[in-house]
């Protein structure tokens, strides 16, 4: 059953369903220990918020901004301030002062909510910067605030404001009088090609967003979902409401960099992600295959091959497996498959939706021959996340990103674009008239910038159009294909392709360090610094030769002909990334134009 109320009441009308059922797993910033919220107090803390927001004097569809990794507090202020029409802005607990700078200002925030000691720093930085900035609320307990400061205050004292709901009568006025073109978030693009655009998302978006998912996404109440990518990307937001919609648990991981930890820990059954955390769950499989003794290291190469032939050359092509091939595929799915699930915690799995990034077809292979559904998907913020994704239990395409999801209507433009009409597509840009004006044509599609094309009723992305990379010889190189197709070796941790008008394709590598020095040691070669390793032929050797493996199946004019090994990896601080980890291409190439510039030299 799905509950798709306006946002304004969600959790509310959830609470008079589910009651003191389990509703929300987290834990507290810096905490060791597991706690859990029920639907009951979950709607009695959103209330309280709604009421402190409104002690703080926050206006109909008023802007409030949110600068914090995921957190209970995250959500609490997100439906707090729904529930009084009020609009959230989400910023990325990485964001720099500059952009928390230029968020602020161009959306007149009065009201900032902080989580830990790093957001609560560069807010208090940019505080005497931003004209309209009047508080700082701030989650975490740890976090010192100074005394008698009317412009900080902490969660806690904040709601107090709530306490006794004593401005209820005005909560339940703002919310008879909602409407669905209400906007609900203005999300910040990440800005890979330039200054920052604010993607207007209104509450109907969300709620024919959550109505068309539900008919082709089966999460449902008794589903375990770990949030593990930021609230603040569309994919996990959207997501994350959805899962609210039907009653799953969340499981609300707060650091990225614990997630495996709490996967084995809370053991969920489903969970968004982008296809590079996927990238390290295969190589960490490939590593410890590649570590075992050779009878174990044929069985398990075996059993992959048996789970491939089963689950992709049979079932994803909606034929029956023969009843030999099943009957194995059972025994080793019980026995080899069923320990790899069980040392990443998930031992119930159900499904796990991704997207974000190309999807490398080794990786998807790998995950649905161990007997993980991945659901590849396809979306845009502009789009509220969903346009197309594979549908559970249905045939698809390794490669494809799906199927349509109900109400979108998807064309193809003459030059390969991917245009789009319908009731997630937003309606504009944040006061941007004139980039809201060019971003849809004459009939009103949305223009993507991606490249695509349909077959056989799914979609399939070629890459950015305006990423496109073109050599001197005048053929056209997808880059982020390329990249997808090398970051699946263990020695690579971050690449960036290069190529637009060169005569032959090259390539940025950061290595994965650490593996790289153990190569080193087991290899008797003797280095100081990164920069050594790097350097060193016996290293660029044998990454040469992995390379040229991966790219057997590439065109020669798409192949790696050089590639140089960096001591650093590409970094938010320098620019070189944005906030979801998507490569900055311009500065990349500003930024190591000399080693890019001796790649080119005869």
Known sequence: MQINSHLSRLVHDAA????????????????????????????????????????????????????????????????????????????????????????????NIRFLFVGEQEQYEKARRVFPTCRSLERIIVYSPSVELPKDDPTVMSFTDFLKLGEGLTRQAEVEKRQAEATMDDIANILYTSGTTGDSKGVILSMGQFHAAMEANHKDVPVDENDRVMNFLPFTHIFERGWALLCITVGARLIVNTYPQEVQKSMREQHPTCMSSVPRFWEKVYQGVQEKIDSSGPVQRTLFRHALEVGRKHNIEYLAAGKQPPIPLHLEYEVLNKTVFSLV????????????????????????EFAHAIGLNMVVGYGLTESLATVSCDHLGQPFQVGSVGHPIQGIDIKISEEGEILLKGPTITRGYYNRHDITAQSFTPDGYFKTGDSGYIKDGELFLKDRIKDLFKTSNGKYIAPQMIESKLLVDKYIDQIAIIADQRKFVSALIVPEYKLLEEYARRHDIAYNSHEDLCKDKRVINMLSERIDTLQQQLAHYEQVKRFTLLPHPFSMSRGELTNTLKIKRRVLNENYKEQIEKMYLD
Request: aromatic share 14%; with cysteine.
């Open 16 to 107: 008079g369903h589910y009651g003191d059922r389990e509703a929300l797993i987290y834990k507290n910033f810096g905490a060791k220990e597991w706690k859990s919220c029920s639907w009951h107090q979950f709607s009695g803390i959103v209330s309280q918020v709604s009421d402190a927001l409104l002690a703080l004097g926050v206006k109909v569809q008023e802007n409030v901004g949110i600068f914090s990794q995921n957190s209970v507090q995250y959500l609490f202020t997100d439906f707090g301030a729904w529930g009084i029409r009020a609009v959230t802005i989400p910023f990325y607990a990485t964001s720099s002062e500059q952009q928390i700078q230029f968020m602020v200002n161009d959306a």
């Open 341 to 364: 699930r069980k040392e990443l915690g998930l031992e119930n799995a159900h499904f796990f939706p991704t997207a974000g990034a190309t999807v490398s077809a080794h990786v998807e």
